[in-house]
């Protein structure tokens, strides 16, 4: 057996020497700078994943291939970084649940020394200093995160989408991978303190650290977080018109990479989104069971900032509607941020505290539909809301509904609505909603969208052949 | 020709063992030596020639006469070192492997309209409140595939009929609408990942796609099932071929039908062999680099497919076929080092492959790990006509054959022979070895010989 000293030593002279494979390309684009870091990339892999007992990355190598990803020249050497970063995460998973515990519930592991590309360090507000344009090397930092988010908004706006851009490629794959290391930590950390209701884990998520910052303006994140998933899915719509200027093979296959990238891109936004409307549930409930301190500060619930997007901007709503509902499929959220708009114009008038908003316990899909179906209560609603509004609203939350209940059959639901209500139930009334909306208008257009979803319904009501 | 003098160390470090074949061929290295530093000299003068020459302008026309027959006769030399060597300094591995587009079948289903998803639909009360006329049926039927209804109507009704599912499958290898192609490529991957036995309906799947549909998908795409030598590896500048828009939902369906061999084995064994070596290909074409997460997803699910039983035989087929299919030159390290994935599975094929390769390469039959060693040990180095290029790929070869196995630890004697086999690359190449490919050769070894110290 090694001692704990010579151990040491051996990752000291790996490290050393694994490094050293680096150390003539410096910054360099030549073709040979490019072998060898794509020869040091080979060597980590090797090294840390593929050997026959492999030991993770030190954290100076570790950096240096994020430092790749970063200010990479070639397309392959990007590519392949942030493949290696992400199978190191999964490899060596910085926080994970662990059953060791005596009492058999799940305790968190948080394996300290792990290396990690944030640096939350020092949270004072950025003073006096400009803004840096660019993100900074080194770990990244709650500033450096809104720098790279605002870099993607740029990125989402390009009107010629195809202008090939390694730089663009670089933003995404590095938001991504930033992405999976959020997650990563939260994912873990939320699952205990569900078990455990220690607000702490969380307190110390990255995620949390990350939007609680002073170093950034939480809202307009947010806001440009939305809009990146906007632009995103609007320009890959009109993509795949084929580029017959990109004649070389290097722009054929910088194109195709670039498209790919958009594409996950936009699915790592989801996620992204996603986790943040996990972490403001769980932290709503720490505040009600009084976890939280003032240090905790306050933070708007995303959900909240959507649905104030969509009632004070009329083309926020119906870009969402077009958009983000198409684009947003994680159905949970789905259905959850249509309800609470629908709760906005159904609700009794009542008090309307922070804390109470919370919770929707009293606002199901069903409960929806069958105001719709009273004719008294649906007038109301169009009223308020146009009739075109409403239709794909429940249709899109009949879609949230119906993904919900086929994950259900794979076993993955927790108990909730989709569970308590039959599917055939909520089929028969979306029915009678549209009929009764139909009552109202005569004249009334049922749009493609709702037909589709009337079709749906109708199909799964109709008697198995 | 690269800076750092590190590796003298080592060379003091591991003289010792070297000492006794020094001796042998000392004559040799001293005339080696000499020629060397005669070459090295003659492109010193070169190169403070050319530093001087902007300085050159003004003065004597004379001197610029002569530094231009200087610089002329260095050129040959140069030129005739390169043939001498006989490489290009700059090769990346990169393979064409799409030729010319076929015209793909006609996307027509007339079928569509009798199937019963719209039939049961047309006798329902409600359709007078969505007037769909049958007429307009695929119409209707694309656009609740595009928005995602097909897949949950599907699921929740338990039922997949073979019209729906050729359509759909026909969407994914053919159709030139992204969008479509990733709606089509969901609904296959939702249903056939479902898990028959928590869900309350079973999907009844009444038509599944078969191996030979992808094959001729591929065939359509213009793939070059045999693509040979090196002659029309990378040219980016020649109006080439773009690979099919359809190969990234090919790849696709390729994993999701590999994942429901609970449901249905899809494939037989040798398709499924045959299936790895080509995703294995499509790593080879630099085009499509920006898919190669993709690839690797697929290539886990593809190696997944088979059972254990199958794996043992199966693994080593496919890297004997690859072997043969790839070119010996960077190429075929490309092709071992996509390979990855932390399963014990991806691990030994990777090593098979390289190993098989390296067979190839060596141009052994029947050969044992010790017999390729000492062949490999055997090679001088020193030796001027020593091709170090084909050096530099049988020692990544050797090392991704060997790293990621127990054999050297299971035997010493494969231990002792990596070892010497990394001290004559390390050490017998010099910091002054102008050949193209000795700093990499040397590095690279000398790199692994750190490695191997305990």
Known sequence: MATLGQRRATIVAMEENTLAILDSAEAKDTQDANDDR??????????????????????????????????????????????LLNELENCYPPAYVSNMDTSGSPILVVVEEAWSPFGFGSDVARSGKEPAAEIPLGPIDASGFHLLIQG????????????????????????????????????????????????????????????????????????????????????????????PEAASGDDTALAIAVLEARKSTCIAMQKLLTIIMELDMSKNKAEMQGCTTRADGVRTPLVEIILDELTYDQDMLSQFLQNHLQVFTEPKWKLEIILRYFSKYTAKPSVHTRRSNGCTDD???????????????????????????????????FQAHLSRSCQNFDGINDSDEVKATPLTEICKNLVSAFRSLRRMDEKMDILPFAKEALFTAATILSPKS | M??????????????????????????????????????KSKCLERESKREKAPQKDNSDDDEDDKEALVCKAVDECQKQMTELIGEEEISMWGIRLFGDQKTPPPLIFPELRSSLLLQSFMENELSTLVELPIETGEVFLESLLLNGWLSKLIISCGHLEKSIASWTFNMILYSSREELRASACDLWHLVLSSKAEVASVPIKIDWF????????????????FSFSSTTESV??????????????????????????????PIFSTSEAEELVQFIICLFLDRQLMGLQLLFYECTQSVINYFTDEEWTISSKRIAK?????????????RAVECISGVGPRSKGLRSAVAYEVLCNCLNCKAANEEEILSLLISINVKDRSCDLFKMYIYLVLTENWLMSTTLLEEKPVLYEMWSVYLRNC?????????????????????????????
């Open chain 1, 152 to 243: 993607l908004v740029e990125v989402a706006d390009e009107a010629n989408f195809q202008a090939l851009d390694l730089k663009a490629i670089r933003r995404m794959l590095l938001f991504q991978y930033i992405v999976n290391a959020l997650k990563g930590d939260f994912v873990p950390r939320n699952c205990v303190y569900k078990d455990t209701m220690n607000w702490n884990l969380l307190r110390e998520s990255l995620l949390n650290m990350l939007l609680g910052s002073r170093r950034i303006i939480y809202k307009n994140l947010m806001k440009d977080c939305l809009s990146i998933m906007c632009g995103f899915q609007i320009s890959n719509n009109f993509e795949c018109s084929e580029n």
């Open chain 2, 2 to 39: 690269d800076g750092p003098l590190d590796f003298e160390d080592e060379d003091a470090l591991f003289s010792p063992p070297v000492v006794p074949k020094k001796r042998k061929k000392i004559i040799g290295l001293d005339d080696l030596l000499t020629d060397f530093y005669r070459e």
């Open chain 1, 38 to 83: 794509i020869a040091y990339l080979n060597a980590v892999r090797l090294a840390s994943i593929l050997a026959d007992s492999p030991s993770p990355p030190t954290n100076k190598m570790a950096e240096a291939v994020f430092q790749i990803l970063r200010v990479g020249k070639s397309l392959e050497s990007i590519m392949e970084s942030f493949r």
């Open chain 2, 426 to 454: 390390s050490c017998q190449i010099t910091s002054t070895d102008m050949r193209s490919y000795a700093p990499k050769v040397r590095n690279k070894a000398s790199y692994l010989l750190q490695g191997t110290i305990k």
């Open chain 2, 209 to 224: 796609p078969g191996y030979s549909e992808l094959r001729r998908a591929l065939e359509t795409y213009g793939f070059l």
């Open chain 1, 363 to 397: 606002v199901t899909f069903n409960g929806v539909l069958r105001r719709l179906m009273d004719s008294t209560s649906s007038r109301n609603i169009i009223k308020k809301i146009s009739t075109e509004v409403v239709q794909l609203l429940v249709a899109h939350a």
């Open chain 2, 235 to 264: 040219d980016t500048n020649s109006a080439c071929q773009k690979p099919s828009q359809n190969i990234k939902a090919w790849v696709e369906i390729s994993a999701a039908c590999c994942q429901a061999r609970s449901k249905k």
């Open chain 2, 321 to 333: 076929s690859l072997a043969f299919r790839v070119p010996m030159d960077l190429n075929c390290l």
